[in-house]
């Protein structure tokens, strides 16, 4: 069963939740594989992945309020030397994903109809992120 | 090494926690398949997927009431036109997963003892919903 | 495509985060896989896996402090019969991850610089907890 290991590089502008989905199906056509499994991995701990909805863009705004208020800015966290987003930067990527997964069928990722895959940067200054996406199938 | 992809519809009644670990275990044993991984993908953004305790049922009543009060319905989400549910339905799965994986050996999930795989509705009316069970090894 | 599954067994001394990354590339070494994937499985529903930074200490505390205020051990729980770290164990676990994945290149796990996989001990007691390590490429 071939596999595929590809480096997907992305810039972010500070906290922002990035649609990926393009990119990641672009390598899965360029890769052949018919029906298989994808991998994403983001390389940081300030940043995390996510699947979400891909319609209406206040689900992401929502979304990005909730965590602020869930993991505050202003609680007195002992790693702080890198700026008061630092800490949050990290719990957030714990409470999301560090990697996702979808099948791969008839070519094309399986997802949902409204199933978006997303790069959620924590942080407030800008960044390049990478991404290793794995793709294995046939 | 040999994949199988098969498609699972649950149906569900409202907000609810579904043992849907007998329906894996089938497909698995129909898939010849003896060491390997499963991995669950679910299509959906307002339900979820979960490897929680299955043996006391008040874990489950204990975690939806946690989750309830962690993202309540009566906050203020911009993207509420479906409901009060929906945005903590998002939200919801975005703290949960979208994918499971599941070691398989001696034709098994390996499972621990006391673990299940659960599909978890976070929205108040009952749906139709899709995991795609994607089976690979030996 | 080859595959290896190996069981690792850690010993935990109550709530604490185990850096478990050399384990994982011994066995990754062993297996003599230079390009695939590497998924690592707790049989536990009260201890987890996390990918987080592993160059100060402090974000290790503060999170285990962010995890212990989000989830409190003085809640009303139904599921309290354990004792009173039981049921917010399992909620933590559902919070973060029974599952870890990272890809495989040259040999190597393709972590980045400052990222480290860290068992969870969710349980005031200590514990010896298993984890299955599936490794899977060429």
């Known amino acids: 069963m071939p596999q595929v290991q590809r480096p997907l590089r992305?810039?972010?502008?500070?906290k922002s939740l990035a649609n990926i989905t393009g990119q990641v199906q672009a390598l899965v056509s360029e890769s052949g594989i018919s029906?298989?499994?994808?991998?994403?991995?983001?390389?940081?701990?300030?940043?995390?992945?996510?699947i979400q909805e891909n319609a209406d863009p206040d689900v992401l705004r929502d979304m990005e309020s909730f965590f602020a208020d869930l993991v505050p800015?202003?609680?007195?966290?002992?790693?702080s030397t890198e700026g008061?987003?630092?800490?949050?930067?990290?719990i957030r990527t714990a409470l999301t994903q560090t990697?996702?997964?979808?099948?791969?069928g008839?070519?094309?990722?399986?997802?949902?109809?409204?199933?978006?895959i997303y790069l959620w940067e924590h942080r407030a200054r800008g960044s390049t992120r990478e991404v290793v996406v794995h793709l294995s199938g046939e």
Not at 99 to 104: A, F, G, K, L, R
């Open 10 to 14: 992305i810039s972010t502008q500070g």
């Open 35 to 50: 029906t298989g499994l994808c991998t994403l991995f983001i390389r940081h701990t300030s940043a995390s992945l996510m």
């Open 73 to 79: 800015e202003d609680r007195q966290y002992r790693h």
């Open 84 to 90: 008061s987003d630092d800490m949050p930067a990290h």
């Open 99 to 104: 990697s996702e997964h979808i099948p791969i």
């Open 106 to 116: 008839n070519s094309r990722l399986a997802l949902g109809t409204w199933q978006g």
